[in-house]
């Protein structure tokens, strides 16, 4: 057998057996700072990522690295409290096998969040965006042979993420008075923050934001046909000239995130209850 497939199905298996009867409907993959949403989650089965065989831990700051099961919004979902990084040193396959398992076990929707630089002049700290499409600059999580269990050897990207929940978001938004924007996540390897050369590239070529993650675990839900929802948290302005002496620091992109972590929870929890 493919290890690749092995070491999905051994982690899967496991997962299965601390659920029990437990089914999740959704799938959650919570970015930098965002782990407030877990503390919604009623009934809850904590899984540290280091209990499940062949896991990844997750080492980036902000990232918990527990998988959170239980109801949200009325529904069973299983939340990532932490995602796998490539800028971590893994490859695509462990970034994205969180992701995999999720499917195997059997999620029928995905919600990732993302913070998120703002590249879009219009975009300000604490901003949500709801993406509506990506341009990704990370290797593509399904180069190799296929596996064919899991989708097409050329899945469609036409709808990355799925036009139904977009506008089911847009409406929740407008009706709890959320401001919310609405545009393209651009996705990078990271660890460096963007050049100010680089940031004006990317708004060139049509970003509004840009990240390090999402993308992979997007890429690997569509394989499988499973209808994706994204939020990103607007932490930091990516312009192309500051003062002599702006930085950008991981500590506060998480301050900021944390910041605007309950109105995308509202979204989130909202949007759950509705499916």
Same mark, same amino acid.
């Given at each position: ?51 499940? /065989? ?90 190799? /042979? ?44 990271? /660890? ?84």
């Amino acid at each position: 057998m493919d290890e690749r497939i092995e070491r999905i199905h051994k982690a899967a298996e496991f997962l299965k057996e601390q659920l029990g009867d437990r089914k999740p409907l959704v799938g959650i993959i919570l970015g930098s700072g965002l782990g407030r949403l877990a503390d919604e989650v009623q009934n809850t089965l904590v899984i540290p990522y280091k209990t499940i /065989p062949g896991f990844p831990a997750s080492t980036a700051i902000g990232h918990k690295g527990n998988f959170i099961v239980g109801e949200l919004g009325g529904k069973e979902v299983i939340m990532m409290q932490g995602r796998i990084h490539y800028y971590e040193g893994y490859s695509m396959d462990m970034v994205t096998l969180p992701t995999r398992v999720m499917v195997s076990i059997g999620i029928k929707y995905l919600f990732v969040s993302n913070a998120a630089g703002g590249v879009n002049y219009e975009y300000k700290v604490g901003d949500l965006m709801i993406i509506k499409d990506h341009i990704c600059q990370q290797p593509n999580p399904l180069i190799g /042979p296929n596996m064919d269990e899991f989708g097409p050897r050329f899945p469609d990207m036409t709808r990355p993420y799925d036009l139904g929940l977009i506008e089911r978001a847009e409406k929740i938004a407008l009706d709890m008075g959320i401001k919310v924007h609405k545009g393209v996540y651009f996705g990078g390897t990271g /660890p460096t923050y963007e050049t100010p050369s680089e940031y004006k590239y990317i708004r060139i070529i049509g970003g509004d934001v840009t990240g390090m993650s999402t993308i992979p675990e997007v890429i690997t839900a569509r394989h499988s046909d499973i209808p994706v929802f994204g939020m990103s948290v607007v932490t930091n302005e990516a312009h192309d000239h500051y003062d002599a002496d702006y930085k950008n620091d991981g500590e506060d992109v998480i301050k900021a995130a944390d910041a605007a972590a309950g109105r995308m929870c509202s979204i989130f929890k909202k949007l759950i209850e509705s499916l």
